[in-house]
């Protein structure tokens, strides 16, 4: 798959609708430039990126979407909850209990309580972020149930020149993803079923015209920051700096080495990976060859 555009989503399960700092960001990159769009709540997001998929697939572009959040947990989640050791079964089963609203109400709490009570322990989520308490989902950090690991073996692989990828246990604090994961994971669930959209790693995704794929927005932060400084939205400066990178990476070649990680499949298709871990300098000769595409304020 070689991409024409690509979409990069910066995710938000804020609890009402917000602009701004820590909401939800669209950067595009295609032929015409970048831009960044702000949208302030989960179910106009997934609008549009439905319409994004419509409009691309009507165009005859080839479209990656990476999202800034997990795809998979570590290994024995899915195993645990669903009977397989399967990413895809547990989109599944997060579809069918996390809820949302157009005011961005959602239960995702209540949800990560439910599987804490299946396992032993307080754990494996933790961080209410919420004033107030919620029964089976602990403020600190509690110990792993037995057989469930803190990070995803991407999550390790990924901790270069300073990053620390947060797991998908953590639901507050600084960096954390997993109320974004548990939120958009079943936005993804319902976007996966629309005609051509595969998911890497778990899919056959290489004819496929649009691919949804885990990226780690922080990658290229060194790009970010004079952005920032001038003004400019972290989020939205995150978002157009990595759709600049992954479609310069593409037309450069270097996409398909990217999409090829050196993991065991089965490992791969329970926990998932984040596209461009262990390529951050294929990244950087692709914001480098984005130059054509001039990013906008």
Do not use: C
């Not at 596209?275 to 060859?289: K, M, N, P, Q, Y």
């Amino acid at each position: 798959m070689t991409p024409d555009r690509v979409a990069i989503v910066d995710w938000s399960a804020a609890g009402v609708p917000k602009r701004g700092k820590d909401s939800i960001w669209i950067g595009v990159a295609d032929h015409k430039g970048v831009t960044a769009t702000n949208i302030p709540t989960r179910i106009a997001a997934e609008q549009t990126l439905a319409h994004l998929i419509a409009e691309s697939r009507a165009d005859g572009v080839g479209l990656l979407i990476g999202v800034d959040f997990n795809l998979g947990a570590p290994a024995g989640l899915a195993r645990h909850l669903t009977g397989q050791p399967s990413a895809l079964a547990l989109w599944d089963w997060l579809a069918a209990r996390v809820t949302d609203t157009d005011r961005n109400q959602t239960n995702y709490r209540a949800v990560a309580a439910a599987i804490n009570a299946t396992l032993p322990g307080d754990g494996p989520f933790w961080g209410n972020g919420a004033k107030a308490e919620v029964p089976g989902l602990p403020r600190r950090k509690p110990a792993l149930p037995t057989g469930l690991a803190e990070h995803r073996e991407t999550d390790l692989r990924g901790r270069v020149k300073g990053l620390s990828p947060k797991p998908i246990w953590q639901l507050a604090g600084a960096g954390a993803v997993g109320a974004q994961s548990l939120t958009g994971i079943p936005m993804l669930a319902r976007l996966r079923r629309l005609p051509g959209v595969a998911v890497w790693p778990f899919e056959d995704w290489a004819d496929a015209p649009v691919v949804l794929a885990e990226v780690y927005a922080s990658h290229l932060m060194e790009h970010v920051r004079p952005m920032v400084a001038g003004g400019m939205v972290a989020d939205a400066a995150q978002v157009q700096v990595m759709a600049r990178a992954f479609l310069g990476a593409a037309r450069a070649g270097n996409l398909p080495a990217m999409m090829r990680p050196e993991a065991p499949r089965d490992n791969l298709l329970d926990e998932g990976w984040t596209l461009g871990v262990g390529h951050i300098g294929a990244l950087e000769d692709g914001f480098r060859r984005g130059v054509s595409v001039p990013l906008r304020p």
